[in-house]
């Protein structure tokens, strides 16, 4: 059983210590989490000799993840000390794009920012600065914090993300729906894991959106999903348009379309209420809108929904059937629930199949976190201390209801990127860019956004390695430390994780030196610390002033969490909306205006939004679009993850490019066969927009119509300077993707249902889509 309980355990082999002598080794028991990695942060023993890190192995007592790691922990050494890392701050002295740089001194580095911040807040204001992450490192409240309390601007916003679509679109339709989130619940937030008595296996898994095996988004760590099969025979239920592993163990695999999973949900949800299947207790007693849901879910016939996504309507049924009978089931959930413009509609209706069938907050359903000890892990830390009316120039809030009342603390992608390019309703002056390489990965019509970037006055870039967005629009680009070098901690969601410095760099900093620094210069009122360990203790503690209603507070600092290194807290508590935890009145229910989950959402119907689930074509395809679909005759989907990146890292280390060296394309081989290729042959993979090359991977699974191509592809051991730019454009399959094509609230965008046509790459047709993009103007 997986338990942290120690007796018996050898504590000569396995000791228990935060921190030990093992020969010649110190041994640091700590958590690792980016730079680099993914979303989680899974335990590990640091064995460093002379200041440096030797080898990393998994941690076997936690009880997060058991001592298990991914390839690319296993092999993060090598990454830790590639001779490519950024070793000093750089100021640029050719011209953009020339790749040419000065070595600087840090506090050269700290006054030119500050130089060019105050000209810019004398000149235009502080709204005329944006700052920018990405996703996965560990700044998830450092650079918002920087942004609202250094700069004094409202702009800080996730990387040119267009329609906010990676888990925003769930997290705000999840506090519209019950004012909180869910979490599948494979007993990760409790301290004894499976021994403890009150945890349930979860009967059935809906799986929609990801494949938590490969990506372990949103802190969630994949291999508990393959625990809870094992432990408790939990059975699948896979939405996927491909057969991943979890798909091929599927009691029932839904091989949709892609961005069609809002019609087969909405169908499920049709089946269980015309059955009777729904748990009759919960939705009398804690669902509001169930007669309206009832009556939407009749547009959704097994049949019509078996048409839109390309499967068998038994098929739905039968799993809707399935899901229904658990006691109880739960819902994985991923990226690509978000990547659709109805993201919203069918995040609603998978909140919707779990309020139904009681499934909320249970043990062994879907769990209702939040971070340990309410701290304020979140992009809204430090928006306190900016006032009404800057925070009214936030860009976005006055494009949708959603963003203006602040259920997303962040400024709009799209928004930020018009501004730049119109200058309203205002310039952009500067562009303070943290852990994001937009060009490579994040932002969609990445040509576009290269163009938009470049013209932008002044540019920061803060980075492990010299990226294309770098290369192509930075001033300014400082050295970031990685998960070894910097005193940290890891709250998403719970438990609390330390981070632990153990070495250094050369002289690279970590992320919340850098914003500490960097902010006693601009604003020391408001960066009161001397040190990053101050600073850590006062995030620790900062959720003391936050949920009067949630219960566990802290007065610990960063030291005793270092020595804890993992701090679960003492009063946690399945169906928390019974006790009153989860409303700031401290009452019984949901924090929603009718105190109950909404089915019929009351605050979209109050915003002219359809306050229920609903079903939209993706907004090219060959239903909505078919004349183009003649000449674009398949369905691509994008951002499937790997084994060895995460995103558009990573691409340096020689041992994860040996095993994935090139960009794959995924066909089924009677597509291949089709426009004759054979696996490992390049293809093109183009679209109304631009087009990429990238090499074939035969993919039985799919269906033949259906082209599944990587993302986040540059090839930093090529030229750096323009007009090759580390061949960023070459196999961008973002060249294809569409920015400021959203669904009605403003969320979820078409990244992973596109159209395209494909052909073979040869001599007479192949060329740089660098060179064109850098140089001949775009596509």
């Known amino acids: 059983m997986l338990t942290n309980e120690l007796e018996g355990v050898n504590k000569d082999v396995y000791k228990t210590d935060w921190q030990w002598q093992e020969g010649e080794y110190t041994v640091t028991r700590t958590n690792m989490w980016t730079a680099p990695g993914c979303h989680n942060g899974c335990s590990v023993l640091y064995y460093t000799k002379d200041g440096k ?289 109805c993201g919203i509609p069918l995040a609603q209706a998978l909140l919707s199949l779990g309020a139904i069938c009681g499934d909320i907050d249970v043990p062994g359903g879907m769990m209702i976190p939040r971070c340990a000890y309410d701290i304020p892990d979140s992009y809204g830390c430090g928006m306190w201390n900016l006032s009404d009316e800057m925070l009214g120039k936030m860009l976005g809030v006055d494009t949708s209801p959603l963003h203006a009342l602040g259920f997303d603390p962040t400024a709009n992608g799209d928004t930020v990127l018009l501004a730049i390019e119109t200058g309203e309703p205002y310039p952009i002056r500067m562009l303070f860019i943290q852990s994001t390489n937009p060009i490579a990965n994040m932002a969609a019509d990445a040509p576009r956004v290269y163009n938009a970037m470049r013209s932008v006055d002044y540019n920061v870039v803060v980075d492990v390695f010299m990226t294309p967005t770098a290369v192509a629009c930075a001033d300014i680009v400082l050295p970031c430390g990685m998960s070894c070098e910097r005193n940290s901690a890891r709250v998403w969601w719970w438990p609390l994780r330390s981070i632990v410095k153990v070495a250094d760099y050369y002289e690279a ?69 019974e006790l009153g935890w989860l409303r700031d009145d401290g009452q019984p229910g949901f924090n929603t205006n009718t105190g109950k989950c909404e089915l019929y959402n009351t605050l979209f119907d109050a915003w002219g939004f359809d306050p229920l689930p609903y079903y939209e074509e993706p907004p090219e395809s060959p239903i909505s679009t078919p004349e183009l679909f003649e000449e674009y005759p398949y369905v691509l989907t994008t951002g499937a993850r790997t084994w060895e990146y995460f995103h558009s890292e990573e691409r340096q280390v020689p041992r994860l490019r040996e095993s994935h060296p090139d960009p794959l394309t995924d066909l089924h081989p009677d597509t291949a066969a089709k426009i004759g290729v054979c696996e490992g042959d390049w293809i093109w993979v183009e679209n109304m927009r631009g087009k990429c090359k990238q090499r074939v991977r035969i993919n039985a699974s799919l269906k033949p119509d259906t082209v599944r191509s990587e993302h986040g592809w540059w090839f930093p051991e090529t030229d750096g300077a323009e007009p090759n730019l580390f061949g960023v454009f070459d196999s961008n399959i973002n060249n294809l993707t569409v920015q400021g094509v959203t669904g009605p609230t403003l969320y979820g965008a078409p990244y992973a249902n596109q159209i395209c046509k494909i052909y073979p790459v040869t001599k007479e047709n192949d060329c740089s889509p660098s060179e064109i993009v850098t140089r001949k103007g775009g596509f």
């Open 509 to 577: 900093k970590s992320d919340e030196q850098i914003i500490l620094e960097l902010g006693k210069r601009l604003n020391p009122r408001l960066f009161p610390w001397e040190t990053d360990v101050e600073l850590m203790t006062w995030w620790i503690q900062s959720g003391n002033r936050f949920h009067a209603g949630w219960p566990h507070k802290t007065d610990q600092t960063f030291l005793d969490l270092t020595e804890k290194v993992i701090d679960w807290p003492d009063d946690w508590a399945y169906r928390k909306f």
């Open 53 to 341: 890190v030797e080898k990393i192995e998994g941690d076997p007592l936690s009880p997060y993840n058991q001592g298990r790691l991914c390839m690319r922990c296993l092999d993060v050494v090598e990454t830790f000390y590639h001779p490519d890392r950024l070793k000093y701050p750089l100021k640029r002295v050719g011209e953009r794009g020339e790749n040419k740089w000065e070595r600087i001194t840090w506090d050269e580095a700290y006054d030119d920012i500050a130089e060019h911040v105050r000209a810019i807040w004398e000149d235009y204001g502080p709204e005329s600065i944006v700052s920018m992450q990405g996703t996965g490192r560990n700044i998830c409240w450092q650079t918002p914090y920087l942004s609202y309390a250094a700069f004094g601007s409202p702009n800080f916003v996730l990387g040119f993300l267009s329609g906010d679509a990676c888990y925003l679109p769930r997290t705000t339709i999840g506090h519209c729906f019950m004012g909180d989130f869910f979490v599948a619940d494979c007993s990760q937030h409790l301290e004894k894991r499976f021994a403890d008595p009150e945890y349930v296996f979860p009967d059935y898994m809906l799986i929609c959106g990801n494949n938590a095996l490969v990506s372990n988004g949103d802190g969630f760590f994949g291999h508990w999903i393959v625990d809870v099969m094992k432990e408790g025979g939990t059975k699948l239920i896979v939405l996927d348009p491909s057969c991943t592993w979890l798909a091929s163990k599927a009691e029932h695999w839904l091989q949709v379309r892609p961005g069609t999973d809002a019609a087969v949900v909405i169908s499920m949800l049709g089946v269980i209420i015309e059955e009777d299947l729904y748990d009759h207790d919960f939705v009398e007693n804690w669902c509001y809108g169930f007669d309206e849901l009832a009556e939407r879910c009749k547009d959704y016939p097994p049949e019509k929904a078996a048409e839109i996504a390309g499967i068998d309507a038994e098929d739905i049924r039968a799993a809707a059937r399935a899901y229904a009978s658990g006691n109880p089931s739960t819902i994985q959930w991923g990226l690509k629930v978000d990547q659709t413009v």
